[in-house]
T-cell receptor, first 111, second 113 residues
Framework: NAGVTQTPKFQVLKTGQSMTLQCAQD?????MSWYRQDPGMGLRLIHY???????DQGKVPNGYNVSRSTTEDFPLRLLSAAPSQTSVYFC??????????FGQGTRLTVV | KQEVTQIPAALSVPEGENLVLNCSFT??????LQWFRQDPGKGLTSLLL?????REQTSGRLNASLDKSSGRSTLYIAASQPGDSATYLC????????????FGQGTTLQVKP
C-alpha cells in the first residue's frame, strides 16, 4: 500500500551537476505530474503525463526533462542544476477523474 | 488563464471555533476542485474532492462547498482542534482533465489550545 514514492528525500547538488528525481506509484494511475513548491509561489506544474509514452510541459519546464516508459514510473531529470532550482519537488498521480495522490517530496538544494 | 486565490494567507483561532477557509478561481470551466492538507515538511494529503456538478462534500468535521458561477469554494471546519493546525490548499482541475492541478497559495491555520 505504498501510494506515491519519491526518492531521494533530500539532496544537495553543486551548480552544473545533473541528477534524476525518482517517482513511482502502485495504483495503476494514468496521470502523473511533477510540481515544485517555493515560498510565496505555491505549487507550480513542471511536467505531466497522461499515460506511458506521453508527456507534456507544464508552467515551469525549463531545465527539466521527463520520460514515461512505464505506467508506474515518472522520473524528473535536472540537466544542469542551477541555484534557482532549489525547491521542494512533489510528484503526484491521479485517476482519470482527478483524485490526486502526492508523494512526500524531495527537498533539493543547489549550491 | 486560470488563477486560484486563497484568503486569508494565515489564520489563528482558539480551539473549538468553527472556521471557514476561502478559495476563489477565475475560470468557471473546471472539472473538479480539491482541498488538501499539508503539514510542515510533509507532502499533500487529499481531504475532499468536489466534482463540477456537485455543490458540496462532507468528511467528518470538514465540509467543502462549490459555487462555480461565482468562482468560489469554501472549506468549513467544525469544532477546530490543535491537530487541525496545518496549511490548507485548494486546487482546481481544468475541464479536459489532463491531471494538471492549479493551486492556490494556501491558508496556514493555527489552532491554539
Amino acid at each position: 500500500n505504498a501510494g506515491v514514492t519519491q526518492t531521494p528525500k533530500f539532496q544537495v547538488l553543486k551548480t552544473g551537476q545533473s541528477m534524476t528525481l525518482q517517482c513511482a506509484q502502485d495504483m495503476n494511475h494514468e496521470y502523473m505530474s511533477w510540481y515544485r513548491q517555493d515560498p510565496g509561489m505555491g505549487l507550480r506544474l513542471i511536467h505531466y503525463s497522461v499515460g506511458a509514452g506521453i508527456t507534456d510541459q507544464g508552467k515551469v519546464p525549463n531545465g527539466y526533462n521527463v520520460s514515461r516508459s512505464t505506467t508506474e514510473d515518472f522520473p524528473l531529470r535536472l540537466l544542469s542544476a542551477a541555484p534557482s532550482q532549489t525547491s521542494v519537488y512533489f510528484c503526484a498521480s491521479s485517476y482519470s477523474w482527478g483524485w490526486a495522490f502526492f508523494g512526500q517530496g524531495t527537498r533539493l538544494t543547489v549550491v | 488563464k486560470q488563477e486560484v486565490t486563497q484568503i486569508p494567507a494565515a489564520l489563528s483561532v482558539p480551539e473549538g471555533e468553527n472556521l471557514v477557509l476561502n478559495c476563489s478561481f477565475t475560470d468557471s470551466a473546471i472539472y473538479n476542485l480539491q482541498w488538501f492538507r499539508q503539514d510542515p515538511g510533509k507532502g499533500l494529503t487529499s481531504l475532499l474532492l468536489i466534482q463540477s456538478s456537485q455543490r458540496e462534500q462532507t468528511s467528518g468535521r470538514l465540509n467543502a462547498s462549490l459555487d462555480k458561477s461565482s468562482g468560489r469554494s469554501t472549506l468549513y471546519i467544525a469544532a477546530s482542534q490543535p491537530g487541525d493546525s496545518a496549511t490548507y490548499l485548494c486546487a482546481v482541475l481544468r475541464s479536459g482533465n489532463t491531471g494538471k492541478l492549479i493551486f492556490g497559495q494556501g491558508t496556514t491555520l493555527q489552532v491554539k489550545p
